[in-house]
């Protein structure tokens, strides 16, 4: 099939529907915010064609004026990066539109092209190096891209300086509750009233040879329902096992298993590692709200192997993805009985910085599974009917990272896995993980 070509068609510039206050104009980083590398989260959302969507213009017209009044109400992502603060001065944030041309969105979904899903992003607004620029430029990014079938698509870029998968989503909620005309709780943006305000003080490993290293590209694979419930119950330590891994610790411990075999010896730097990303929302409902918008999460490393030739277990990966699960489930309960939000947050900092001081890329290959699962992604309705496809990433992508996200039907999950391409060809031959999972099978409208 013929490559997706985007045309850009226009470009501007959206800015709040009313000023901000000015007790409002400086909002505090947070120490996390701090150490998170210059990149965005970002999100496509593809929407097949529907009666109400009438034609392109009256759809950016309805979607431009709603992310104006959003912006009243998200007021930090119309500002920009200053330092360890965002000066919210209403300089507004990009709205492109494009068109494409040569390709339905049915024959897209037929088998999608995760290079050319790249283009559907709005990151070439961006005239520098998308790296730098996410610490410049405007701190929100949208593109309206119509297919001449009568779809769409939409792609969010927001930086992951204020932004975690979970904000992008209450972005999403609030963005498309305002284009329907009605009302959604207002965010808060109270990352840096949980963990420390940012500094210059401490500084996170950096991975010199990154730069150096050979291109990684980017995989889709699908678990269906009934795959997962098999890998489950091969996940499960034993018959009599009390805790049956959820959908999320079996897919890891799969994925983690296939990531140790798949690294070819002269890419491997030493004792592997992998980090799981954690949203402190649902652990600490009663300080931290589901609409907060900002880097509540916590970093560790929770498996690892003693070095080469070493096979994992899934059984035991999962037995030991609970186990790591449960010690963090009692830390936290025990400080959230007595202790304040940013206590907590202050200890959990402190943590981080003393785990990852221990790491160092000479000696350990670290690996990460972040999950955008049981995220409402899907229920981004602008008044023309909910996605058929939803994907969650980072931009510019990360190597040997996989991101988790819910199918539409909610109950499989889509692993989009980057790694060095020498890697990726022994990965998506595993027959283990071919048991369980399709390499990038037909997005079902």
């Given at each position: 099939m013929e490559t997706m070509k985007v045309k850009t068609t226009s470009k501007e510039i959206i800015k709040p529907s009313s000023t901000t206050p000015s007790d409002l104009r400086t909002l505090q980083l947070s120490i996390y915010d701090h150490f998170l590398p210059p990149i965005y989260t970002v999100a496509y959302l593809f929407y097949a064609k529907d009666e109400l969507m009438i034609s392109p213009e009256h759809t950016s017209h309805k979607l431009k004026t709603s992310l104006s009044e959003t912006l009243t109400k998200l007021y930090p992502l119309a500002g920009r990066i200053n330092g360890v603060t965002v000066d919210c001065n209403d300089e507004g944030a990009v709205f492109v539109e494009a068109r494409v041309d040569n390709c339905s969105l049915s024959g897209f979904l037929a088998s999608p092209d995760l290079k050319a899903l790249q283009q559907l992003l709005p990151l070439d607004a961006v005239v520098q190096n998308p790296y730098e620029a996410a610490s410049t430029w405007p701190l929100l990014l949208v593109k309206a891209t119509y297919f001449h079938c009568g779809g769409m698509a939409i792609g969010v870029c927001i930086t992951h300086k204020i932004a975690d998968a979970a904000s992008i989503s209450t972005f999403l909620r609030t963005w498309s509750a305002e284009a329907r005309g009605e009302a959604e709780v207002v965010p808060e943006f109270a990352a840096a009233s949980f963990y420390p305000p940012a500094n210059d003080t401490y500084k996170l490993p950096v991975d010199e040879k990154a730069s150096k290293r050979s291109s990684s590209i980017t995989k889709r694979f699908v678990f269906g329902a009934a795959k997962l419930e098999e890998l489950r119950t091969k996940a499960t330590t034993s018959p009599e096992s009390l805790h049956r891994p959820t959908r999320v610790e079996s897919v890891t411990a799969l994925l983690w298993k296939c990531f140790v075999s798949a690294t070819s010896s002269e890419t491997c730097g030493g004792r592997k590692v992998l980090i799981q990303l954690a949203d402190l929302r649902s652990r600490l409902p009663s300080l931290l709200p589901e609409s907060l918008i900002g880097n509540v999460m916590f970093s560790s490393v929770v498996l690892s192997t003693t070095g080469?030739?070493?096979?994992?277990?899934?059984?035991?990966?999962?037995?030991?993805?609970?186990?790591?699960?449960?010690?963090?489930?009692?830390?936290?309960?025990?400080?959230?009985?007595?202790?304040?939000?940013?206590?907590?947050?202050?200890?959990?900092?402190?943590?981080?910085?003393?785990?990852?001081?221990?790491?160092?890329?000479?000696?350990?290959?670290?690996?990460?599974?972040?999950?955008?699962?049981?995220?409402?992604?899907?229920?981004?309705?602008?008044?023309?009917?909910?996605?058929?496809?939803?994907v969650g990433n980072v931009a510019p992508a990360f190597g040997n990272i996989a991101m988790l996200i819910d199918s539409k039907d909610g109950r499989g999950i889509e692993a989009f896995v980057t790694l060095p391409e020498e890697n990726m060809s022994l990965l998506e031959q595993n027959p283990e993980l071919l048991a369980f999972a399709s390499l990038n099978p037909c997005v079902l409208v």
């Open positions: 080469q030739g070493e096979e994992v277990k899934i059984e035991e990966a999962t037995r030991d993805l609970r186990k790591k699960k449960e010690e963090f489930r009692t830390m936290i309960q025990d400080d959230e009985d007595g202790s304040s939000s940013m206590m907590i947050g202050s200890k959990l900092a402190n943590l981080m910085l003393t785990n990852y001081s221990r790491m160092s890329y000479e000696t350990h290959e670290p690996y990460t599974v972040s999950s955008w699962c049981k995220l409402p992604v899907y229920e981004a309705s602008f008044g023309w009917g909910y996605p058929v496809w939803v």
